[in-house]
């Protein structure tokens, strides 16, 4: 089938395009870009006024199945990640069963080709059970597709352990992904460890539990040179140690949530929000700061949700016993275009890097780039359009934003996976 994009504003860093062009598109993949290009049948849409760019990848949420299809399922999620805008994401192991072996790895693969509306690479466990005590089954998984490793939702806790695991993953060539948390510094913190822990009366989350480990990683990814990726960084501090990393050419990179850039600790109320207990903790303004430059200097590779969606039971309780983290598939390419891409602080550029480039190269996956031979991942986004974050509108079953309310610029209308469209005028094809 073909299916040619007209008049649409192009824009991939990866060639150098970013001017008015047409796109042909024939058996999923890209066969021409140019002007005034035509098919003989096929279908045709005028996408005049609307930008397109390389298929975006968020490559840290949570799918919840199996275990968890209460909080999310694959097609539920999936059908938000296309709502969002995204043509592929990267699933965290922390089901139920836990992704910790080739058949669970087979499992969530074959459900996203069965039901799911995005590519979705997964990433298996790093420790059987998640308990950081016995290595999963990496080469197996490998074997069978898992994209890279990680413990996300626990930190490893013992050095020798994580300097094994990246022992494997460097011999696999697979990035191992860090959620970095000391657990014997963190205990049952629940917001960030200082004036929040203080003014809220709860137990606090220091900014050292999590550097602590990027420190320690950072070391181990030298002594192993396995690629190490630090997940959702929060801190000042921790993005110093990366950039400190980085200009020593270790292979060390890193990514944000839109939550920790745009929400601090501040944000947490009398009303004690629950969708805004999230792991790590929203940090101060300074470190939202600091985040903010890291993103726009390029020391942060990549933008992610950690999509975390739980039920409104769940989370409809005191704050110390709902459990961690918010969704975020549907909002976060418009929280990034308003307040950074918009206001004029991030070009789309770097954007795209950040959402689509870099998270593929991080993740070792096919390369998408808008020129002739490569795969039809393609983002449709209308840059102009101003709407209201609302959780009725949300694909995702769940609800937990922190945003809702937030009046926002900018959204996906279309997307397409391999030539075929899975949001077409900002509805999911089904
Ligand atoms: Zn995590």
């Known amino acids: 089938m073909a299916l040619l994009l007209k008049n649409a504003h192009v824009i991939d860093p990866q ?25 003989e049948k096929g279908v045709e849409k005028d996408l005049a006024g609307k930008i397109v760019v390389p298929g975006l990848v968020d490559m ?49 693969q074959a459900r996203a080709n069965a039901v799911g509306k995005c590519r979705v690479h997964v990433a298996g466990a790093c420790s059987q059970g998640l308990k950081g ?9 490998v074997a069978h597709g898992a994209v890279a490793f990680t413990d996300d939702g626990r930190g490893v806790q013992d050095a020798g352990m994580m300097r094994r695991v990246m022992d494997y993953g460097s011999m696999f060539d697979r990035v191992v992904m860090s959620h970095c948390q000391d657990e014997g510094l963190v205990g049952d913190g629940q917001v960030n460890e200082g004036i929040a822990s203080t003014r809220l009366g709860m137990l606090g989350w220091p900014a050292e539990g999590e550097e602590l480990q990027i420190a320690r990683d950072i070391a181990l990814c030298r002594l192993t040179g396995c690629p190490l990726h630090i997940q959702h960084i929060t801190t000042a501090r921790g993005l110093k140690l990366v950039r400190a990393a980085k200009e020593e050419g270790l292979p060390v990179t890193c990514e944000v949530t839109p939550h920790h850039l745009f929400l601090n600790e501040w944000a947490i109320g009398d009303d004690y929000n629950t969708f805004l207990k999230v792991n790590p903790p929203l940090r101060t ?45 549907e909002t976060s390419l418009a929280l990034i275009i308003t307040n950074l891409v918009d206001p004029g602080h991030l070009s789309w550029e770097r954007a795209i890097e950040l959402m689509s480039v870099k998270p593929r190269e991080i993740l070792r996956v096919e390369r998408v780039a808008i020129e002739p031979g490569c795969t039809a991942d393609l983002t449709v986004v209308d840059p102009e359009v101003e709407w209201t974050v609302d959780a009725a509108d949300f694909f995702s079953k769940a609800t937990n934003s922190g945003f809702i309310g937030e009046e926002l610029k900018g959204r996906a209308t279309d997307v397409f996976v391999g030539g075929y469209a899975t949001l077409e005028d900002g509805a999911i094809v089904e």
Do not use: Y
């Open 60 to 108: 840290h949420v949570h799918l919840r199945e199996p275990g968890f299809e209460q909080k999310e399922d694959i097609a539920s999620g999936t059908r938000a990640a296309a709502h969002g805008g995204f043509t592929a994401v990267c699933c965290m192991p922390n089901t139920k069963p836990v992704t910790d072996n080739a058949t669970a790895v087979e499992f969530i």
């Open 133 to 141: 005590e016995t290595l999963s089954e990496m080469g197996d998984m």
């Open 285 to 329: 303004p300074e470190d939202c700061n600091a985040l903010i430059d890291g993103v726009i200097d390029g020391t942060i590779d990549a933008i992610v949700t950690d999509h975390a969606p739980h039920t409104a039971w769940e989370k409809n309780c005191e704050f110390e016993i709902a459990p961690f983290g918010m969704i975020g598939l």
């Open 15 to 39: 060639v150098g395009l970013n001017k008015v062009a047409d796109i042909v598109v024939r058996d999923g993949k890209i066969v021409e870009v140019g002007e005034n290009l035509s098919i």
